[in-house]
């Protein structure tokens, strides 16, 4: 999809554990990795790679990660540590939610616009509600609209949530500024929605993913 990724976390000492590293350094990931049973909760802030949260541009982290210790005071120090070194934190500025997930969290079926300005607090930039083959809704503090779906035969949408804001990522990573310019931020949703759509038409997560190449034929051959 373009640009570079870092990965900072554990990995259980283990055959998964051992295939998922690698799958990383296939796809060139700066991977800053622990090895321990059940790993992926158990990442103490001491064992952190500052030096590589703080060259990062935009900070990228999961929910469930914020739900236990040690992994909780982990993330909390990392998201402390890039936002001094000036990164985006994504969960803080950004929102992506799906539909089902818009519906569960407001516990309101009513997918509407005043139902997503309900998740809308003063420190976020970009909130987006994905709606499947119905496209994206984008939020920002002085606009909003939707962008369609490219149309696919879908074989499995593992990982199509996460593909696409990891392409929505890659486009406004060099420039912040992008959330501010409609025109700009469509043809970022535009992408997104684009590497959402391929990543579902392959079986797998990560070995379904577009490369940016990839993604910009598929843009130019469905529009």
Same mark, same amino acid.
């Given at each position: 999809? %373009?640009?570079?990724?870092?990965?900072?976390?554990?990995?259980?000492?283990?055959?998964?554990?051992?295939?998922?590293?690698?799958?990383?350094?296939?796809? %060139?990931?700066?991977?800053?990795?622990?090895?321990?049973?059940?790993?992926?909760?158990?990442?103490?802030?001491?064992?952190?790679?500052?030096?590589?949260?703080?060259?990062?541009?935009? $900070?990228?982290?999961?929910?469930?990660?914020?739900?236990?210790?040690? +992994?909780?005071?982990?993330?909390?120090?990392?998201?402390?540590?890039?936002?001094?070194?000036?990164?985006?934190?994504?969960?803080?500025?950004?929102?992506?939610?799906?539909?089902?997930?818009?519906? $569960?969290?407001?516990?309101?079926?009513?997918?509407?616009?005043?139902?997503?300005?309900?998740?809308?607090?003063?420190?976020?930039?970009?909130?987006?509600?994905?709606?499947?083959?119905?496209? +994206?809704?984008?939020?920002?503090?002085?606009?909003? %609209?939707?962008?369609?779906? $490219?149309?696919?035969?879908?074989?499995?949408?593992?990982?199509?949530?996460?593909?696409?804001? %990891?392409?929505?990522?890659?486009?406004?990573?060099?420039?912040?500024?992008?959330?501010?310019?409609?025109?700009?931020?469509?043809?970022?949703?535009?992408?997104?929605?684009? +590497?959402?759509?391929?990543?579902?038409?392959?079986?797998?997560?990560?070995?379904?993913?577009?490369?940016?190449?990839?993604?910009?034929?598929?843009?130019?051959?469905?529009?």
């Amino acid at each position: 999809m %373009g640009g570079a990724a870092g990965f900072a976390g554990k990995l259980g000492a283990n055959e998964f554990g051992w295939m998922l590293a690698g799958i990383l350094k296939e796809n %060139g990931v700066n991977a800053e990795l622990k090895g321990n049973p059940s790993a992926d909760m158990l990442l103490r802030p001491d064992e952190l790679n500052l030096d590589l949260i703080r060259k990062a541009k935009i $900070f990228h982290y999961g929910s469930i990660s914020l739900i236990a210790e040690p +992994c909780r005071s982990a993330h909390l120090k990392a998201m402390e540590e890039a936002k001094a070194a000036g990164a985006l934190l994504s969960l803080k500025s950004i929102i992506k939610v799906s539909d089902n997930e818009l519906e $569960f969290l407001t516990e309101n079926n009513d997918i509407c616009d005043a139902t997503a300005m309900s998740l809308w607090h003063p420190n976020l930039k970009l909130l987006l509600v994905t709606l499947g083959d119905q496209g +994206c809704r984008y939020y920002t503090k002085t606009f909003k %609209g939707s962008v369609e779906a $490219f149309k696919v035969k879908a074989v499995d949408t593992t990982g199509a949530g996460d593909s696409f804001i %990891g392409a929505l990522l890659s486009k406004i990573v060099d420039d912040h500024s992008i959330i501010e310019d409609e025109p700009r931020l469509r043809q970022a949703v535009k992408f997104a929605n684009a +590497c959402g759509a391929i990543t579902t038409t392959k079986k797998g997560a990560i070995p379904a993913l577009p490369t940016e190449a990839e993604t910009m034929e598929f843009i130019k051959n469905n529009s």
